[in-house]
Each structure stands twice: as C-alpha cells, then as structure tokens.
C-alpha cells in the first residue's frame, strides 16, 4: 500500500456517474543546521514545537537551546492528493488537501523554519471555467501583496492578455487584495494592491521590467500604510545574462521615510551559475551580508543543498546543508 501511495502519479476512481483523476505528490527532506539561536526565539514566540501547541512559552526555549546549541537536525515531509473532475459542459472541479510533519528550512527566502503540518480537515476545492478559476479554502489563500496574511477565496482568470487576480475574506475582518500583470510595449507591468498589509491599512505596488536581448532593466515604487512612510521603498535595478550559465545583478534601493537617503545608499547585488544539474549564487549588500547558496540536482526528483548566510551586525546567521527529495 505504501509503495502505492508514494510512487502513483494518478489514479482514476469510478463510482456511479462521476470519475475523478486522483493524484499524489509530495516533498521530503532532511537538513543540518545552525541557526544561531533563531529557531529557538522563534518557537518561543509563537508558542509552539512544530505543529504541537504547549501552553507554556519559557520551558520551550529552555528545551530547544539545550538541544539546538550549535547544529541540530530537521526532517519533514509535506504530501499533498488532489481529485479533478470535469462536467460535461467543460466546467472543472479540483478539490485537494495537505498533510505533513516536521520542519524545512527556508533557506532561500527569509531563513525560518515552516511547519509543515496541515490540516486534513481544511477544504480546498477550485471551480475553473472559460479560464477563469474560483477557488476556496478558508484561511489558506495568501493575500496577494502581503503573503504573510491569508484569506479565503481568490479568482483568477485572464482579460485582453493580462491576468487578473483577486482574493477576498469576508469574514471577521473583511479583507481583499489584487494583481493585475501584463505588457505594453515590451514592458511587463504588475500591479498589486490590499486594504489589509502587514500594518493593517492600504497598499499598492507598481512593478516594472523590461528585457533587451542579455540586459534587463526593472523597477518599482511601493506606497505602504504606515504614516511614516519607512516602508515606502523605490528600487531600480538591472541585469545582465554573459551566457547561458552565468548572470549578474544590481539592485539600488531608496528607503521610504529617510529622504535623505539616496539611490545606492542601500543596494543588493548578486552573481548567479546554473549548468546541467548544478546551480550557485553569491549575494551580498550594503551592509555586507552575504549569502551563498548552492543546488545539484540528483536525479529521480534529489535536490542536494548547502547555504550560508553570513548577515553582518547581527545573530541571524544561518548555515544548512541537506537533502530534498519532490514525489
């Protein structure tokens, strides 16, 4: 049965007059790591060892720092099953679910561990039809500008050659958020937007690109709920691809509130490698953090990786190695 479930790629269910293509995939892996501490700050905040809630916050930390002194462990395992039908007028239903347990570590992102214990119970289903799709899962839906919030439902669909976005939850606090993203004359536009962002108030985005031949040329312009505007950043940036394998970046960025601030007082740069199954970047900024990350694909779905942030003036370093493996 078990061999069934995890190397099955779909399965076809009859049952009166319905059938449903069933499918099963998932992710695995496991991870050294030294996080400095983070983690263990991290579960004392949010009250929790993994999936499992404790009542009392300080015997947490007591118990991760006397084990997570240095490097430690983490395995985890994400499986996701999903049933599609479709009517006979063309409208398709997709209904889905989630389980898993344990932790991964994002290490190419914002560097935290993510529980990945869902749920069973959560109800995912999509309606799609005439390309456009609605789909409801009540809590589960990120909210397009800060993904840090979630919603309940979210239509999706393409008008005129832009694809339009919108999620909405309405109940307790109503809350929405859109993205609307196309090209006018060679230049790729995304706009999003919320009435709920992390500070709880309006926010919009305008994002900018456009590609000549190697170079590429972007820009943006966020405009952020908070009175001050501290987080009203405007960046440009530009990058350029020397060959297939190798390409480098530049990101200049001018802070929101501090206008005194110029562009290039804060700036990301970065230098990226990818031939056959292997990948590596190096990253750094103007206060010299630095990050190095690096990929081989092993074949058979193994990603094998290695990452090091080194961020400079503060105890958030992250060093993991490890093993991924996508069913």
């Known amino acids: 049965m078990k061999r069934i479930l995890l190397t099955s790629t779909s399965l076809v269910l009859a049952a009166g007059f319905a059938s449903a293509d069933v499918s099963f995939s998932g992710t695995a892996g496991i991870a050294l790591i030294d996080d400095n501490g983070a983690s263990v700050a991290q579960a004392a905040t949010l009250g929790v060892v993994g999936t499992t809630t404790v009542p009392a916050v300080a015997p947490i930390a007591e118990v991760l720092a006397s084990t997570r002194d240095g490097m430690f462990f983490e395995s985890y395992y994400d499986l996701d099953v999903t049933a599609t039908a479709e009517t006979d007028n063309g409208i398709s239903v997709k209904v889905g679910f989630d389980m898993g347990a344990g932790n991964k570590i994002d290490y190419d992102d914002d560097d935290k561990l993510e529980a990945q214990g869902a749920s069973i119970g959560d109800a995912d289903v999509a309606v799609s039809y005439g390309g456009w799709t609605l789909a409801v899962d009540q ?122 601030d110029d562009f290039g007082d804060e700036w990301d740069a970065k230098v990226a490698y990818s031939a056959g199954g292997m990948s590596a970047s190096f990253a750094w900024d103007e206060a010299d953090a630095t990050t190095v990350i690096a990929e081989y694909t092993l074949g058979n779905g193994a990603t094998a990786f290695a990452a090091i942030h080194d961020k400079a003036g503060t105890a958030s370093d992250l060093t993991a190695i490890g093993l991924n493996f996508a069913f």
């Open 139 to 260: 809590d589960g839906i990120d909210n397009l500008f800060d993904d840090s919030q979630q919603e309940d439902a979210k239509l999706s669909g393409a008008v005129m050659g832009w694809t339009v976005a919108l999620t909405t939850q309405q109940e307790g606090v109503s809350s929405s958020s859109y993205k609307l993203g196309g090209t006018v004359g060679g230049v790729s536009v995304t706009l999003t937007g919320t009435d709920n962002d992390d500070n709880g108030g309006d926010a919009s985005k305008v994002a900018v690109s456009y590609a000549m031949g190697a170079l590429t040329l972007s820009a943006s312009v966020e405009d952020e709920s908070l009175a001050d505007g501290s987080e009203d950043d405007s960046t440009v940036g530009i990058k350029y691809a020397m060959n297939d394998a190798l390409s480098l970046s530049y990101t200049s960025i001018k802070p929101g509130s501090r206008t005194s």
